[in-house]
């Protein structure tokens, strides 16, 4: 399985960003699609998960109301619709792969390289 997240940028306090995650490759079953986070010096932390067919979706309270994790199966991409940013959802954005809908970092198995999210104050 390949991930390409896309969609980063600069964006204000309050203010929304859509990031894109494209799979393509051996995506076979109903696997887990997240996005994590890693702010400089921290740990990579869980921000959600989707299943790749059927409604099931995780977050975690950081984001909840904030956050909305989508797919479109048909052209192969997960999406994720931040609203009301804050400073502190700075990062690089990771979109992975995984068998379990999950936070556990270890439970997924492939990567995509990241893209940077900067929210300014």
């Known amino acids: 399985v390949q991930l390409q997240a896309s969609g980063g940028g600069l964006v204000q306090a309050g203010g929304s960003l859509k990031l894109s995650c494209a799979a393509s490759?051996?995506?076979?079953?109903?696997?887990?699609i997240a996005w994590f986070r890693q702010a400089t010096g921290k740990e990579r932390e869980f921000v959600a998960a989707?299943?790749?067919?059927?409604?099931?979706?995780l977050y975690p309270d950081s984001v909840k109301g904030r956050f909305t994790i989508s797919r479109d199966n048909a052209d192969g991409k997960v999406y994720l619709q931040m609203n009301n940013l804050k400073p502190e959802d700075t990062g690089v954005y990771y979109c992975a792969h995984g068998r379990l809908l999950v936070k556990q970092t270890s439970s997924y198995d492939a990567w995509g390289q990241g893209t940077q999210v900067t929210v300014s104050s």
């Open positions: 989707v299943r790749w067919i059927g409604a099931s979706q």
């Open positions: 490759g051996d995506i076979w079953g109903n696997p887990a």
